[in-house]
């Protein structure tokens, strides 16, 4: 059929009528005379309310090649597939992080426990050492000082190890609870396609 004719115009105007959400091919004629905008269209798969529309601009001699209604099935139900197979993959990479991340939780939490131990020991020991030097005429200002200044950094390091001991912890138990909801909306997004995937009757077209 010649481009541009009453004819051409007349079929392309009768598609897009008949199938607003279908969908069609941008075709040229090919020659050195299609616009260098056009060129870069041709071949590319668009819907028929996409503007420009082939043949719709003045002199244009584009034209609409439709896709079949099958094509575009198929082709909506490989994108879904591929979706798929990203969002199980996705799943197992956070179902993997989420063991390891259990796999730290307790000894995390027996770290912590330690290091509390530890801080108790050393508290108790330091409160001891200052009762003891509570009657300075026992050891004497200096020793009093002595114990004070030998004695506080001790507690203190001991009371850091705590502190970031429980912020590990409390890490592992902030990515636990971030993978788990992750999981939850990956498994709830996999669920969506797979009713998508029966609906859209996936496993007769492909
Ligand atoms: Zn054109």
Same mark, same amino acid.
């Given at each position: 059929?010649?481009?541009?004719?009453?004819?051409?115009?007349?079929?392309?105007?009768?598609?897009?009528?008949?199938?607003?959400?279908?969908?069609?091919?941008?075709?040229?004629?090919?020659?050195?005379?299609?616009?260098?905008?056009?060129?870069?269209?041709?071949?590319?798969?668009?819907?028929?309310?996409?503007?420009?529309?082939?043949?719709?601009?003045?002199?244009?001699?584009?034209?609409?090649?439709?896709?079949?209604?099958?094509?575009?099935?198929?082709?909506?139900?490989?994108?879904?597939?591929?979706?798929?197979?990203?969002?199980?993959?996705?799943?197992?990479?956070?179902?993997?992080?989420?063991?390891?991340? @259990?796999?730290?939780?307790?000894?995390? #939490?027996?770290?912590?426990?330690?290091? /509390?131990? &530890?801080?108790?020991?050393? !508290?108790? $020991?330091?409160?001891?050492?200052?009762?003891?030097?509570?009657?300075?005429?026992?050891?004497?200002?200096?020793?009093?000082?002595?114990?004070?200044?030998?004695?506080?950094?001790?507690?203190?390091?001991?009371?850091?190890?705590?502190?970031?001991?429980?912020?590990?912890?409390?890490? @592992?138990?902030?990515?636990?609870?971030? #993978?788990?909801?992750?999981?939850?909306? /990956?498994? &709830?997004?996999?669920?969506? !396609?797979? $009713?998508?995937?029966?609906?859209?009757?996936?496993?007769?077209?492909?």
């Amino acid at each position: 059929m010649r481009p541009n004719d009453e004819t051409h115009n007349a079929l392309n105007d009768l598609l897009r009528r008949q199938d607003r959400n279908g969908k069609c091919i941008w075709r040229t004629v090919g020659d050195n005379r299609v616009r260098a905008s056009h060129a870069a269209l041709e071949g590319d798969e668009r819907s028929w309310v996409q503007s420009p529309e082939p043949g719709e601009e003045e002199n244009c001699r584009c034209w609409a090649e439709v896709v079949p209604e099958i094509v575009i099935r198929k082709n909506a139900c490989k994108d879904l597939l591929q979706n798929l197979r990203i969002e199980r993959s996705t799943l197992e990479g956070l179902t993997n992080d989420l063991s390891k991340a @259990i796999a730290k939780h307790n000894p995390a #939490l027996k770290d912590w426990q330690v290091a /509390v131990k &530890k801080y108790k020991e050393i !508290l108790i $020991k330091y409160i001891q050492d200052a009762s003891s030097v509570a009657d300075p005429s026992k050891i004497g200002v200096l020793g009093t000082v002595a114990v004070l200044v030998f004695e506080y950094p001790e507690v203190q390091a001991a009371q850091e190890k705590v502190d970031a001991a429980k912020d590990r912890y409390i890490g @592992i138990q902030e990515n636990i609870a971030y #993978l788990q909801k992750q999981i939850d909306q /990956v498994i &709830k997004e996999i669920k969506k !396609l797979e $009713k998508d995937k029966t609906d859209m009757k996936c496993d007769e077209l492909i």
